[in-house]
C-alpha cells in the first residue's frame, strides 16, 4: 500500500478478504480529466492465481465499474508488479 501511496493513489487494505470476493485492496486512481479509476486488487506473492479467483475479481470488478488487478512480487528484483486481468 505504501507503494500505491507514494504514487498519489488513495488506497485501502480489506480486512479478512478470504471471502467471496477476494479482494485484498482498493485502490482510487488520481483523477484525470475528471474521471475516476477504482481498482480492485488481489495481492499473491507468488503472482499465482487460479482462473476461479480470476473470474471472481473479474466479476467483483465489472460490477461495480472498477479495474481488476493482480499484485505480486518480482523474484527477479523485488519490486511489485501490477498486472491488469
Not at 46 to 67: P, T, W
Request: positive net charge; glycine residues 6%.
Amino acid at each position: 500500500m505504501k507503494h500505491l501511496e507514494k504514487q498519489d493513489y488513495l488506497a485501502y487494505r480489506c480486512a479478512s478478504s478470504k471471502g467471496t470476493s477476494k479482494v485484498d485492496v482498493i485502490c482510487i486512481a488520481p483523477n484525470e480529466k475528471g474521471f475516476v479509476k477504482i481498482h480492485l486488487i488481489q495481492c499473491k506473492l507468488s503472482g499465482i492465481v487460479s482462473q476461479f479467483e480470476k473470474d471472481q475479481l473479474k466479476q467483483a470488478a465489472e460490477k461495480f465499474g472498477c479495474l481488476p488487478v493482480l499484485a505480486s512480487k518480482s523474484k527477479e528484483d523485488g519490486k511489485i508488479r501490477f498486472e491488469m486481468i
